[in-house]
């Protein structure tokens, strides 16, 4: 007689940085749900309870498999009792009641809206909810003083609503290829977070650039800017120096998934190709019909413009820390938490964008490719386009 073997306990591993997760799946149904639940705990403040949906989502992804009953969950991890209840409510009735009035709350909805501005974090956002505003239009009429990029954000609120495609993003990787070539010959450039994933849109382009001398890439960022400027390409940007050093940004800091790389927030201004511009046509007829929004964003360039606005995202990066860089901004963000959580609770080691530190032997493990930093953690490799955690 066979022993009884529970294939869910077999196969689905505890960290989603064990587990492969495709992008598509088969439980959207479940985990949008789930995900507005740990939307909304963000929203309030609650980081603990955010992750916990966050992961229980993240399981469902990687099921291989459609969930049809609650037998299907049995010992799969990270499944606490309020996703249970959650998953059991959509399964029997189609919907369930809490997600149904968190994504009709005027909470959730204006801190969704406030928050889909650029420049615009939850803390910000709260704090306008509380003094009554609901919306971006609200921020106008008010007069809110805004920051240098919230004021951008306002301005391109409309173009940077729509998903940047993968067509536009190889066009943004053209030229900022052709830029960091301009200033530093033989620099390298990768295209990171969602699209190296290989997601099909997404909110904006993320690169990585680097240069095989160490050294050359110091004060990069500055020079692609001005170069980018001055080809009349850049609606905003603020870059931030590198401040990463060893000693001090090594274990002792707190874990943080904020890095110190050499970095630029901007919005790049994409020139419509032959192709982009039909397909913008068809979509300002709809918009149309939607007039008074068209109005209230007057200073909005006119919809048939032959331009849009995208959010691009550039990172400069030492050689010997390219490794860590990549596997740092490949994302997806569950993924990247759970490979640092897995690294300290599990290996008693510290990863970070620049560096893995072994606490066990009191030293810096360095690695040239992904792969051998996944080898140090004892982790089996898992590609890009299965990070969809
Ligand atoms: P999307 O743009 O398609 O919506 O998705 P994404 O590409 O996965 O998200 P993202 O917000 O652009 O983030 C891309 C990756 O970069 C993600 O894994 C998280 C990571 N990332 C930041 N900010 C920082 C940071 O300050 N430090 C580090 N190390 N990583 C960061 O977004
Ligand atoms: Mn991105
Ligand atoms: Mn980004």
């Not at 403040?45 to 955010?50: A, K, L, Q, V």
Request: charged share 25%.
């Amino acid at each position: 007689p066979k022993p009884n073997i529970d294939p869910n306990a077999m196969l689905m591993k505890s960290y989603a940085c064990q587990r492969r997760t495709p992008l598509k799946h088969h439980n959207s149904f479940l985990t949008d749900a789930l995900e507005i639940l740990a939307q909304n705990a963000e929203y309030n403040d609650n980081e603990g309870r955010s992750v916990a949906f966050r992961r229980a989502a993240s399981v469902l992804k990687a099921l291989p498999h459609r969930v049809k009953s609650m037998e299907d969950l049995r010992s799969l991890p990270c499944l606490g009792d309020h996703s249970q209840r959650v998953i059991k409510e959509i399964l029997e009735d189609g919907s369930s009641r809490e997600v149904e009035s968190t994504r009709q709350s005027e909470q959730y909805q204006a801190i969704k809206a406030l928050t889909g501005i650029f420049g615009v974090g939850v803390r910000t956002a709260d704090r306008w909810f509380r003094e009554g505003l609901r919306s971006p239009d609200d921020l106008i009429h008010t007069g809110q003083q805004l920051n240098r990029a919230q004021q951008a954000g306002v301005q391109y609120y409309d173009d940077l609503q729509k998903p940047v495609t993968k067509a536009e993003a190889d066009v943004i990787s053209d030229i900022v290829e052709k830029a960091v070539h301009a200033v530093l010959p033989g620099a390298e450039i990768q295209l990171m977070g969602g699209f190296r994933r290989g997601k099909e849109v997404g909110h904006d382009v993320d690169f990585l650039i680097t240069h095989p001398e160490e050294g050359k890439e110091e004060g990069l960022m500055p020079k692609i800017t001005n170069w980018l400027e001055e080809q009349g390409l850049l609606l905003y940007q603020k870059t931030t120096r590198n401040s990463y050093l060893e000693k001090m940004d090594g274990p002792a800091r707190a874990p943080n998934n904020m890095d110190r790389f050499e970095r630029c927030f901007s919005i790049f201004k994409l020139q419509a190709s032959a192709e982009s511009c039909t397909s913008n046509s068809t979509a300002s007829v709809q918009d149309v019909s939607t007039g008074s929004e068209t109005e209230r964003h007057s200073d909005q360039h006119s919809e048939a413009s032959d331009w849009r606005a995208v959010r691009v995202d550039l990172v400069v990066s030492p050689y010997s820390q390219f490794a860590f860089a990549t596997l740092g901004w490949t994302g997806s963000k569950l993924f990247e938490r759970e490979l640092r959580r897995w690294a300290g609770q599990e290996k008693h080691m510290s990863l970070s964008s620049h560096a893995l530190y072994d606490s066990k032997q009191n030293l810096y493990l360095r690695a040239k490719t992904e792969e051998e930093i996944f080898a140090y953690l004892g982790l089996e490799f898992i590609p890009p386009s299965e990070r969809n955690a």
